[in-house]
């Protein structure tokens, strides 16, 4: 059973400041078929990243993704008013799909 | 533009069951894999099923299977989760999504719309 492993469970910036969230996997995530996504308080998610690198249509490119195997991170450039959320990485690689349990950016 | 729009939450005792249902427009709906995702109040997000295009291609997460069914009726644009034996644990909001696409060799594996949500809760 796949478990995928968010860090850190929360990260407290600055609008500005460059933000890296880290999603780690118990077995290898093949293709990279990997996918991201930010939920603010309130809303429905929504996606951001998928195949661990490919930004979605209409999100900006301060979001970016990288990694392969079984290590993967989301960096957010220069942090936004509206990029403080809840953030989500999920693993796509077999018919059954698993979340991470999310990184929380919030202002410090 | 693409909407997804959730009904038939509500509170039920455990053991009961409900039927949520999610209608689509804005976009081929026959021509997309379909997603239910749940969050309970205060957690994180939980994959829950998933259908392919054409209805025959179901799959679920071990806690729901047996209990929960998947289905879709593309001439109505409509996706279904039949959800019975419910249990307490199932009490979150329940999401669908449009989920893969397809073009010939080429795919796009994402959740990349959500409806708004309907919450189910399991108490008596």
């Known amino acids: 059973e796949m478990v995928l492993t968010q860090s850190p469970a929360t990260l407290s910036l600055s609008p500005g400041e460059r933000a890296t969230l880290s999603c780690r996997a118990s077995?290898?995530?093949?293709?990279?078929?990997l996918a991201w996504y930010q939920q603010r308080p309130g809303q429905a998610p929504r996606v951001l990243i998928y195949?661990?690198?490919t930004r979605a249509t209409g999100i900006p490119a301060r979001f970016s993704g990288s990694g392969s195997g079984t290590d993967f991170t989301l960096t957010i450039s220069s942090l936004e008013p509206e990029d403080f959320a809840v953030y989500y990485c999920?693993?796509?690689?077999?018919?059954?799909?698993?979340f991470g349990g999310g990184t929380k950016v919030e202002i410090k | 533009e693409v909407q997804l729009v959730e009904s038939g939450g509500g509170l039920v005792q455990p053991g009961g069951s409900l039927r949520l249902s999610c209608t689509a427009s804005?976009?081929?709906?026959?021509?997309?894999?379909l997603t239910w995702v749940r969050q309970a109040p205060g957690e994180g997000l939980e994959w829950v099923a998933h259908?392919?295009?054409?209805?025959?291609?179901?799959y679920y997460r071990d806690s729901v299977r047996g209990r929960f069914t998947i289905s879709r009726d593309n001439a109505k644009n409509s996706l279904y989760l039949q959800m019975n034996s419910l249990r307490a644990e199932d009490t979150a909001t329940y999401y669908c999504?449009?989920?893969?696409?397809?073009?010939?060799?080429?795919?796009?594996?994402?959740?990349?719309?959500w409806g708004q949500g309907t919450l189910v809760t399991v108490s008596s």
């Open positions: 999504a449009r989920d893969t696409y397809c073009s010939g060799t080429t795919c796009w594996r994402m959740s990349d719309s």
């Open positions: 804005g976009f081929t709906f026959s021509s997309y894999w």
């Open positions: 259908v392919g295009p054409d209805g025959s291609a179901k």
């Open positions: 077995q290898t995530v093949s293709n990279s078929y």
């Open positions: 195949d661990a690198s």
């Open positions: 999920q693993d796509r690689s077999t018919w059954t799909f698993t």
